[in-house]
């Protein structure tokens, strides 16, 4: 069952879901671009395997800071940014990151299919970000490129996550511990 409406408010903020509650609309709660750094693909010929941790996966990314860099993508540019807030989730619910619709009609994708937000988690986060136009297109920070949809779990976890990826104020980059 997908959370709403009053619903979606008041269980934002009796949960403190998100912080910022101009936020919370109607049928989601938006996500902000951050104002803080970013990863860039290096251009250079790294190998990285999936699945192995190695220093080709650190040496593939340089952080950027987008006060001095702006977020400029160009056709076929990507970068791995992060929500500008913390978003906490209760335990019983389960969340959907989806890339706003005009930038989805810019060919820009917010997630590499990877919008899944589990019961418990609590961060920011992270947004692999593709330019897939043949326009280059540049995405101000604290601008609003996703939505965060929230659905009602038949229960509360007894696992709320607390994985690897957890309770990220940055981009979190790939890791392969315990994979
Ligand atoms: N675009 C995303 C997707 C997920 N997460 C956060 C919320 C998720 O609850 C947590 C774990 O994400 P995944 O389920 O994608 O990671 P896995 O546990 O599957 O990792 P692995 O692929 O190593 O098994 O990371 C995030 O910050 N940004």
Redesign the pocket.
């Known amino acids: 069952m997908m959370i709403i409406d009053e619903n979606l408010k008041s269980l934002s903020k009796a949960n403190g879901v998100c912080d910022r509650e101009e936020l919370i609309e109607d049928y989601c709660i938006q996500i902000r671009l951050s104002n803080s750094i970013y990863y860039r693909p290096k251009n250079s010929g790294v190998k990285i395997v999936y699945g192995s941790s190695s220093d080709a996966l650190d040496d593939g990314y340089e952080m950027v800071d987008p006060q001095i860099t702006p977020v400029i993508l160009e056709p076929m540019g990507r970068i791995l940014a ?2 500008q807030e913390k978003y906490s ?1 209760p335990r019983n619910v389960f ?1 959907l ?1 989806q890339t706003k619709g005009s930038l989805a009609r810019l060919f820009v994708q ?3 299919c ?5 019961p ?2 609590v ?6 970000i593709v330019n897939l136009s043949p326009f280059t297109i540049e995405i101000p920070i604290l601008s609003k490129v996703a939505q965060l949809y929230l659905f009602q779990c038949s229960m509360n976890t007894s696992k709320p ?1 607390t ?4 309770n ?1 104020t940055f981009p ?1 980059l ?3 511990e ?2």
Do not use: M, R
């Not at 994985?163 to 957890?166: D, F, N, S």
């Open positions: 992060c929500s989730i969340g990151v917010v997630t590499c990877d919008g899944q937000i589990e418990g988690f961060g920011k986060i992270t947004l692999e996550y994985g690897k990826y957890a990220h979190s790939p890791n392969f315990d994979f």
